[in-house]
């Protein structure tokens, strides 16, 4: 028997963040680094985000954005 799971926040690698965020992955690294992005989930060498974390960089900047107009 296969169980079957869906995770309902998928986790991304840096390369699928980079095309939701529009940014090439010298700048995804660059805003980790400075705390734009959060710091990765590590499973094992791997280095992962929940979905739900990279849509928060787009509302926290669209935030920031209506805050200054």
Known sequence: M???YEHADPLLTDKEGCA???IAKPTWWRWVRDGIIPKPV???SLSRWPRSEILAVIENAKAARQAAA
């Open 20 to 22: 939701i965020l529009g």
């Open 2 to 4: 296969t169980a079957q």
């Open 42 to 44: 590590k499973l094992g």
